[in-house]
């Protein structure tokens, strides 16, 4: 070899290690005594991620003519409510009549002072009870279904150990959730780079989640037992949306979903019923045109609002 060449051929293995060494450098982070907030963090949503609450512009929200107001958006939290009025109207109970307003998230409309006076988190969804004498703000989309199931007698069993199992698996899942979304999601899908720790633990914590649901699913037919309930309406949008591979760039693929039988036959089974479809139709303004309904003010808005019928493709 000639020495010009082992010289370069020097230059450029060295080179490469230093990147490598720097990119393995680059995994590490020590943090600092004080932290400070870097607006500039990266990620899917950075733009509106802030370390403060509270209102940056006023605006008022609107108000619709039914005794529920429904500000949210069809994401797995969004879908619980929206599926809790759809399945309370399916029984026929007429009085549970809503509105469901749009938030785009993306353009920070959770921080409006309209928005941040029902629900301080800034959060969807939020709901604004009408029905009664004075306005009553309900927000924590947990919080929203046991309200709705106390009011109506639906859904929740009124006293013993039925009821206190459904609180279980609700509880269970506000508590997981986190570590689905906020966790897992974020690093597989959302987080700028891609890291093997992060990816892994959370992978990890998930498939031992989908576990624990499957174990349940192989003596119940439902979350809680024999009956449907809101434990159903709060885990599936989740669960069972990610089994069916239609969350975090089909993660189902990933984390091996079809292994889990009896999840894959209890997701099947919610998926299918009439007013989990229309649920996830509600607030949604992503995916196949026939299935957005971008605002939802009525029962004959799935058949005359959907995207497909109001901007139909070509126009």
Do not use: C
Request: glycine share 8%; net charge negative.
């Amino acid at each position: 070899m000639k020495l010009k060449d082992a010289g370069a051929s020097y230059i450029a293995v060295t080179t490469h290690a230093t990147a490598k060494d720097a990119a393995m450098t680059d995994q590490t982070y020590t943090p600092p005594k004080v932290w400070t907030w870097e607006k500039e963090s990266g990620g899917q949503f950075a733009n509106i991620n802030r370390p403060i609450a509270g209102a940056t512009h006023e605006k008022d929200l609107p108000v619709g003519k039914h005794p529920f107001q429904l500000y949210s958006l069809a994401t797995p939290n969004g879908v619980k409510v929206t599926v809790m009025f759809e399945e309370l109207l399916e029984r026929g109970v007429s009085d549970a009549e809503y509105d469901a307003w749009l938030i785009s998230i993306q353009d920070g409309e959770q921080f409006s002072s309209g928005f941040v006076d029902v629900n301080p988190n800034s959060k969807i969804p939020a709901l604004l009870d009408r029905s009664g004498s004075e306005p009553v703000r309900v927000f924590e989309s947990g919080a929203i279904l046991v309200h709705l199931a106390e009011k109506f007698g639906a859904f929740l069993s009124a006293a013993g150990k039925a009821r206190t199992e459904v609180f279980n698996w609700l509880f269970w899942q506000m508590g997981s959730a986190p570590f689905l979304g906020g966790g897992f999601g974020h690093f597989y899908a959302y987080a700028p780079e891609k890291y093997e720790y992060p990816i892994n633990r959370y992978a990890m914590e998930v498939k031992r989640q989908l576990d624990v649901l499957d174990r349940q699913l192989a003596d119940n037919q439902f979350i809680a037992g024999d009956d449907y309930s809101i434990a159903d309406m709060a885990i599936w949008p989740w669960y069972g949306v990610l089994a069916q591979g239609k969350i975090y760039n089909d993660a189902s693929t990933f984390l091996s979903t079809h292994e889990y039988k009896n999840l894959q036959r209890w997701t099947d089974e919610i998926a299918a019923r009439p007013a989990v479809r229309r649920g996830r139709m509600v607030n949604r303004r992503w995916g196949d045109a026939h299935e957005q309904l971008h605002e939802r003010h009525g029962a004959s808005d799935f058949e005359l609002r959907t995207q497909a019928k109001l901007a139909p493709e070509g126009e």
